[in-house]
């Protein structure tokens, strides 16, 4: 729970007592390799934050492949923000890519938060805002930069990756084949 609470501490002014009373209605849990922590189609009721580990977000299309759009690392934030707000059925799928553990912020814990934290609001608006400028940036980038610069740029987002993450997930989140991105890796 230190990860957690440091997190809060850096992003709002919170005392110790608030950071207690909001983390009793959260639960710790693991999931191994290749587990799914949420799935498409499920209106998602929670906010996951990772204290070990590395979870991809993707979409499967209507032929049943997988796009990788997103990769969360420790110390982050993670949920199908956008259909937790709306409490609409999910399109994207969670899944652990190595053994994790994450903290599970339930709805009504967030809820709670906003109501009886000082600063909850302020908590909620800062990583709604993180989200929305990384996922901005994400479709800026995929029109602006050539495959090879987003390529170079990924570990700048993602440190260490190409060590966590199987290639093929990797090439997906460029939007590449991975016989491209195998390309891409002998001009390095």
């Given amino acids: 729970m230190k990860a957690i609470q ?36 499920r209106i998602p009721n929670e906010i996951f934050f990772i204290n070990k580990g590395i979870i991809r977000v993707f979409i499967t299309d209507r032929e ?47 809820e709670w938060g906003y109501r009886n934290l000082k600063e909850g609001q302020k908590m909620g608006r800062l990583v709604a805002e993180f989200y929305f400028i ?16 987003r390529y170079d740029s990924i570990t700048e987002i993602f440190p260490n990756i190409h060590n966590r993450v199987p290639q093929h997930m990797i090439a997906s989140y460029l939007g590449i084949t991975p016989i491209h991105l195998s390309r891409l890796k002998k001009q390095v």
């Fill in 6 to 41: 440091a997190v809060m501490q850096e992003m709002i002014d919170i005392s110790e007592e608030e950071v207690g009373q909001f983390l009793k209605g959260v639960e710790v849990k693991s999931f191994k390799r290749q587990e799914t922590l949420s799935t498409a189609e």
């Fill in 134 to 149: 990384y996922q901005d940036n994400r479709i800026k980038n995929s029109y602006i930069r050539t495959p090879k610069e």
């Fill in 64 to 110: 049943g492949v997988e796009h990788t759009v997103h990769f969360a690392l420790e110390r982050q934030f993670i949920a199908d923000y956008s259909n937790f707000i709306l409490q609409q059925p999910s399109c994207y799928t969670l899944q652990a890519i190595e053994d994790s553990e994450v903290i599970v912020l339930p709805r009504t814990t967030i």
